[in-house]
């Protein structure tokens, strides 16, 4: 049974810091490309970032640029994304996934299984 299961949200000041992690397990962590997204209610799940197998080719939403970064720890079944210098509209539910591919990575649907999500709250 495949799972994604992520941690790390919480609430935190303007400017601070959180590291989203995202374990997995149920099958090979290291075949698979991962990312991250986020939904806030009544919206569409937008994509945020994207890392591959090895972790050596990263994509991120422009709006994130500069203040998130994704990695990844095969050994570990794990991806983080850390978040500095957070800003109140970040605010919103963020979720893992994993695909195969990394065609259309920015897509919801091209990914395969999804985590529960972990809420992130930057107040003011």
């Known amino acids: 049974q495949v799972q994604l ?3 790390g949200g919480g609430l ?3 400017g601070g810091s959180l590291r989203l ?3 997995a397990s149920g099958r090979t962590f290291s075949s698979y490309v991962m990312g991250w997204f986020r939904q806030a209610p009544g919206e ?3 994509f945020v970032a994207f890392i591959d197998r090895s972790g050596g080719v990263k994509y991120y939403t422009d709006s994130v640029k500069g203040r998130l ?3 990844r720890d095969n050994g570990k079944n794990t991806v ?3 978040m500095n210098r957070l800003i109140p509209e970040v605010t919103t539910i963020y979720y893992c996934a994993d ?3 990394y065609r259309d990575y920015h897509h919801p649907h091209k990914y395969d299984y ?3 999500g972990t809420q992130v709250t930057v107040s003011s």
């Open 21 to 23: 992690s995202c374990a």
């Open 5 to 7: 299961v992520e941690s």
């Open 12 to 14: 935190v000041q303007a």
């Open 44 to 46: 569409e799940r937008e």
């Open 80 to 82: 983080y994304l850390q």
């Open 69 to 71: 970064t994704i990695s």
């Open 114 to 116: 999804w985590g529960q």
């Open 99 to 101: 695909a195969l591919s």
